[in-house]
């Protein structure tokens, strides 16, 4: 007898598939489990589809901030994620005020801590290195081992005004004394030239808002793409797509895609006002718009859920496998015509649209249809 069973599900590639899970973990996974039984069984009729839950690596989502802030819950496991990073909203000044406020959530919270000691708490909170304080940062993760992940370096010009790459720099050798954790940085107008950023980060470093459509972005006026980008995405340089207010663009997504620079990861770079007013929303409809470029649902699937995982050092979630986190996202992808707008107001028509029925999060259920029908 299992705590709970999901039976006649789909996964991505549209195989049959049949899930037990045992408290946090899951238990089996099979095409069929024959004779099981379970406290709660979830019988989806073999149309609707399962997946490892969603992980969305960058949002902001500290409700005691000012500039960048949200529920968690709200990024979270009300629109089928059940695992988010905060990138870099806090610093060690903050951080562990941050991790408290999240252990209510029914959401998995995670974060990058800043690479400056205050967080976001204004736009250029690298304009003064003298925030950069290394010890400070190595104690707060001493403390916090299981929930930082990673360092967050913001290098755009209205963040680092004229400090150029310092901040990554320091980032990438501050990570390394803290095990070998993967820096994000986070990219926009120069300076600091993308050149000079990409040159910096290592294999496992990971640039989020990678398909800008930003003048110091991948793609050359002439619709190229630099070889500097081609260089560091071969050498390991993970590539996310931290969509966000203004970072994510249709056609520089697409002649990446066309070129074979693939986001290994799928981010919202989420808050409440590009959740509320767009061009974000959800996680969802970042999905969608991926499908809408031409990306198959296996992929998208796969950009938020063991991209995500592996890049952040998340080995127990992101699988469907037994002995992985029981965390679980049920949706439907259902033909119909809806309207997707990138961050510099183009817009695409999708013909798929992916609706989030059910999260499930460390074991427990939590079904949707009240909040999406
Ligand atoms: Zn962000």
């Known amino acids: 007898m299992y705590d709970v069973l999901i039976k006649n599900a789909l996964t991505a590639r549209r195989q049959p598939i049949e899930i037990a899970l045992n408290g946090n973990k899951i238990a089996a996974v099979a095409t069929q489990l024959v004779g099981a039984t379970a406290q709660q069984v979830i019988d989806l009729h073999g149309a609707t589809y399962v997946s490892a839950g969603w992980i969305d690596d960058h949002v902001h989502c500290d409700e005691q901030l000012t500039l960048y802030y949200d529920d968690p819950d709200e990024d979270g496991y009300k629109t089928g994620v059940t695992t988010v990073v905060d990138a870099g909203s806090t610093g060690a000044d903050n951080i562990r005020d941050f991790y408290q406020r999240t252990r209510a959530k029914i959401t998995n919270v995670y974060a990058l801590i800043n690479i400056g000691r205050t967080g976001i708490l204004a736009q250029d909170e690298l304009g003064d290195l003298s925030k950069i304080d ?20 913001r290098e755009s010009h209205s963040v680092v005004v004229d400090n150029g790459i310092k901040p ?22 120069k300076p600091p030239e993308l050149q000079d950023i990409l040159q910096a ?10 398909y800008n459509g930003k003048p110091n972005g991948m793609v050359a006026p002439d619709g190229t793409i630099h070889q500097f980008v081609y260089d560091a995405y071969d050498r390991g340089v993970i590539f996310d797509v931290g969509h966000g207010t203004d970072s994510f663009n249709f056609r520089t997504m697409s002649i990446a895609r066309d070129h074979g620079l693939d986001p290994q990861s799928l981010s919202t770079d989420i ?39 592996q890049n952040m050092h998340l080995l127990t979630k992101g699988r469907l496998r037994p002995g992985a986190d029981a965390d679980l996202t049920i ?10 707008t990138d961050a510099n107001g183009n817009t695409r028509t999708g013909h798929a649209i992916i609706t989030p029925r059910t999260t499930i999060v460390g074991g ?3 079904d949707l249809e009240a909040t999406h029908d």
């Open 364 to 366: 427990k259920v939590y």
């Open 271 to 309: 808050y409440h006002r590009n959740r509320e007013d767009g061009p974000v929303v959800n996680m969802a409809t970042t999905m969608a718009k991926m499908l809408a470029v031409g990306y198959t649902l296996p992929e998208v699937i796969r950009m938020v859920t063991l991209a995500p995982a």
């Open 168 to 189: 990554l720099l320091a980032a990438r050798s501050y990570a390394a004394l803290m095990g070998g954790l993967p820096v994000m940085v986070h990219v926009g107008a």
């Open 331 to 340: 949706f439907t992808v259902t033909a119909g015509e809806q309207p997707l």
């Open 134 to 153: 290394r010890d400070a940062l190595l104690a707060a993760h001493h403390e916090l081992p299981d929930f930082i992940l990673g360092i967050k370096a």
């Open 201 to 210: 980060m290592g294999p496992g470093d990971i640039l989020t808002h990678a």
